[in-house]
């Protein structure tokens, strides 16, 4: 198990490091309003999860560990919209319609609520 640990944490800390420097770099380089960064790291970060869970339906990679390694450490660092967006193609894959939905307005609704009500929490703790 703390072998495991070592792999998911090491691919968490490069895929974090990742997901500093495209942060950094866009916000050196573009002056719009859009957030460039975080969209192009979580568009780059579904298309390189997709493409490791295929290649892992494939057999093409087989070690557990190098699984652990790039999909739940690296893309997990990289980004959890990655995550988020395989889990909602597993559920469009199996027909599951009105789970998926849920899951895609809740999860959205729900998180922009969270990240409002602790910015309001932490104004009212920290005055």
């Known amino acids: ?3 495991q640990l070592l792999f998911v944490a090491l691919g ?3 895929g974090s490091s990742f997901r500093y420097l495209v ?3 866009f916000s050196k380089h573009s002056s719009f309003i859009f957030p460039w960064g975080t969209f192009v790291i979580n568009i780059t970060g579904c ?3 997709g493409f490791l869970m295929d290649a892992i339906s494939h057999n093409v990679v087989t070690n557990n560990n190098l ?3 790039l999909v739940v450490g ?3 660092g990289y ?3 990655s995550t988020f967006s395989a889990e909602n193609l597993r559920l469009l894959e199996n027909g599951s319609y009105v789970t ?3 899951y895609i307005t809740t999860s959205v609704i729900l998180g922009l609520l969270a990240v409002w009500g602790g910015y309001i929490l932490s104004k009212i703790i920290i005055p």
């Open 67 to 69: 699984k652990l390694l």
């Open 79 to 81: 980004t959890t919209f």
């Open 100 to 102: 998926l939905v849920i």
């Open 47 to 49: 298309f390189l999860i």
């Open 74 to 76: 690296l893309c997990g």
């Open 12 to 14: 968490g800390g490069i």
């Open 23 to 25: 942060s950094l770099w």
């Open 1 to 3: 198990m703390l072998k």
